[in-house]
């Protein structure tokens, strides 16, 4: 399974994007809002907590520990195997795909949501609606893991 974010709009404080699946080249789906955090110039700017990470294709697997995934053990009991977690980010760890509403919670992980809010207006940037988003997306990116599939995802920087 192929995954792609493509971020739309860059602000001060937060990232807003786009996740489709890309498996199908001919057949592209749409399956979220994306907020993340917002964009440093450089490498040596990484401030914890507070940047994206940087454009580029990365593996994702599900990762079975952690307080997101004992959180979502329970909330999303009838779905969850493991947090859809992003590896091999260079100087990134546990960059996660999880609900949240704005940059606040994403702590450089990618937040996907069924309704967006301009970032140019809200500071934080927002997405809503992110657990019945979550709960609609996970299952199939998880059931590719699960069968055994190599999942990527590509961020790309259109803003």
């Not at 807003?16 to 907020?35: E, H, I, M, Q």
């Not at 940047?51 to 952690?66: D, F, H, N, Q, S």
């Not at 909330?75 to 992003?86: E, N, S, Y």
């Not at 069924?114 to 657990?131: C, R």
């Amino acid at each position: 399974m192929k995954l792609k974010v493509i971020r739309i709009s860059s602000e001060a404080d937060s990232t807003s994007g786009v996740l489709f699946d890309v498996t199908d080249p001919d057949n592209k789906k749409f399956l979220a809002y994306t907020l993340e955090d917002e964009y440093r110039d450089s490498k040596n700017e990484k401030v914890m907590h507070e940047t994206r990470i940087p454009a580029g294709e990365y593996k994702v697997i599900l990762r079975t520990r952690g307080r997101i995934h004992e959180n979502y053990t329970k909330r999303f009991a009838d779905i969850h195997r493991g947090t859809l977690h992003v590896i091999d980010v260079p100087n990134f760890k546990y960059i996660l795909i999880h609900c949240g509403n704005t940059d606040e919670h994403t702590s450089g992980c990618l937040l996907v949501g069924d309704t967006q809010k301009n970032n140019q207006v809200e500071k934080n940037g927002y997405i809503g609606s992110s657990s019945k988003n979550y709960a609609r997306i996970y299952p199939p990116i998880a059931a590719a893991l699960e069968a055994g599939e190599e999942v990527t995802i590509k961020y790309v920087d259109y803003a």
